[in-house]
């Protein structure tokens, strides 16, 4: 049996995160992944977002880690040559129904201490040109990141003092009892891994590692159902230099205008469904996304649209469950010593990373 002072299972984004803050902590730490590569999962399949903290209830979890987290990506990206843009984004309406939507926004943002400054449509179209709207909202404090060079070096800081990513290690099973955890590690050589403390941050696997889970109380075994939307890349020129959104739609934020930092358009994600994890985009979805998009930009040419890729939401709600928060449990909510359960990590995951780092470190410490 391998001897650990803590394990964290999963290495998206925020596990690397927490890895790196409980190494910098002084703290001995193996970082698990299944797959053969770090970032494989939802952290690889989002619009690579730094969000505003807009919408959002006030004092929730996504509030509050969202807002604090963005403040530290943006310093940290600034600091660790992580490439990133503070490319602002328009939050639009395209009737007069909507316009009373974007004042519903701009006073949850204010609840957040999120600044948003709404103009009527003349004005959002001296801005631009193309877009054929009612109003919108001007969010300034909304990025981009490179997600994947945000990874590489949360994993070298957290090498760095003197942490362990381990890849191709799926946990299959858990007993948790006393004041350790015992883990039986799959994979080409299996071993037993005990360790005093353990974060569970498996992303869509958070909930399903609770299966096989004896010790863990009932309550922290959460359902969860799955959100897929899909992207579709936009060839060639256009002329957005801003992220664009509509007004929000049930499930999701509405399919929307995001940028990378080459500055290729792409449009997502919409709001599917499903049963179980799979990643095809259907390409007669394209059909919806012209729609939405014409709504707004008239001069979409759809033949430009080509499929890009899909991401799933971890829900904790169905369909018809609206919000539900960021679930981060540790022993003060659920009284078992040295865990901390992530449930639910679904956007703003990525902006608050850092916030949720520091969250989970501190429960444990």
Request: proline share 6%.
């Amino acid at each position: 049996m391998l001897e650990v002072d803590t394990l964290v299972i999963g290495a998206g984004v925020v596990g690397l995160a927490v890895g790196r803050a409980m190494a910098q902590a002084g703290y001995e730490v193996i970082v698990l992944e299944a797959g053969d590569h770090f970032g494989e999962g939802i952290s690889s399949r989002n619009s690579e977002v730094i969000h505003a903290g807009i919408y959002y209830p006030a004092n929730s979890l996504k509030a509050r880690l969202c807002v604090e987290g963005r403040r530290q990506l943006y310093q940290y990206c600034e600091s660790h040559k992580v490439g990133y843009q503070k490319c602002g984004k328009w939050i639009v309406a395209t009737s007069e129904v909507q316009n009373t939507g974007l004042e519903d926004i701009q006073a949850q943002a204010l609840a957040n201490f999120v600044p948003l400054e709404l103009f009527d449509g003349p004005t959002v179209a001296r801005q631009l040109p193309e877009v054929c709207v009612s109003a919108g909202l001007w969010s300034p404090e909304t990025g981009i990141v490179d997600t994947h060079g945000l990874m590489l070096a949360l994993l070298g800081e957290l090498e760095d003092a003197g942490g362990s990513l381990v890849l191709r290690s799926p946990v299959e099973r858990i007993e948790t009892g006393g004041d350790s955890h015992v883990l039986w590690v799959g994979g080409a050589e299996p071993l037993r891994v005990r360790a005093r403390n353990l974060v569970n941050a498996a992303g869509l696997g958070a909930v399903p590692l609770t299966g096989n889970w004896e010790g863990l109380p009932d309550v922290q075994k959460p359902s969860q159902w799955f959100a897929r939307g899909v992207y579709f890349s936009y060839g060639g020129r256009h002329p957005f230099k801003n992220l664009i959104y509509p007004v929000p739609e049930p499930g999701g934020l509405g399919v929307h205008l995001t940028l990378d930092l080459a500055g290729q358009a792409r449009f997502g994600p919409d709001v599917e469904w499903i049963e179980r994890e799979g990643y095809g985009v259907d390409p007669e979805r394209v059909h919806s996304f012209v729609a939405g998009i014409r709504q707004w930009w008239p001069g979409l040419a759809p033949e430009r649209l080509q499929p890009a890729y899909a991401g799933i939401r971890p829900k904790l709600k169905d369909a018809e469950g609206g919000f539900f928060d960021f679930r981060i449990d540790g022993p003060q909510e659920h009284g078992v010593p040295g865990l901390v359960s992530l449930f639910g990590i679904e956007s703003p995951g990525l902006t608050s990373c850092l916030a949720i780092a520091g969250l989970v470190r501190d429960k444990l410490t």
